[in-house]
Nanobody, 121 residues
Framework: QVQLVESGGGLVQAGGSLRLSCAAS????????MGWYRQAPEKQRELVAI???????NYADSVKGRFTISRDNAKNTVYLQMNSLKPEDTAVYYC???????????????WGQGTQVTVSS
């Protein structure tokens, strides 16, 4: 079993910053792509940013230049630095990872429980 535990969400004023963290633990052989998604009320879940195990990144157009995704492979952790936050960034943010588990060796997709980010105007 693999668990993804997120932290760092909260309430911030527009223009402020937050840093989200997501740590993976459990029967992990290796982790491929890690990413952050978000879901606002009455909207579909959308991609925010992803990062491969080699450090290649991709961002949603709405966050380019404001958000930065990074990872620490030794700690099985992915981060999302969010700057210049806007009210429209308000959502539940979910961590995602593609994980090769041990015994048996199998690739599965895992999600965190979500962390609320609220940006006030």
């Amino acid at each position: 079993q693999v668990q993804l535990v997120e932290s760092g969400g909260g309430l911030v004023q527009a223009g402020g910053s937050l840093r989200l963290s997501c740590a993976a633990s459990g029967s992990i052989a290796s982790i491929t792509t890690m990413g952050w998604y978000r879901q606002a009320p009455e909207k579909q879940r959308e991609l925010v940013a992803i990062i491969t195990n080699r450090g290649n990144t991709n961002y949603a157009d709405s966050v380019k230049g404001r958000f930065t995704i990074s990872r620490d492979n030794a700690k099985n952790t992915v981060y999302l630095q969010m700057n210049s936050l806007k009210p429209e960034d308000t959502a539940v943010y979910y961590c995602n990872a593609g994980v090769f588990t041990t015994a048996p060796l199998r690739l599965n997709d895992y999600w965190g429980q979500g962390t609320q980010v609220t940006v006030s105007s």
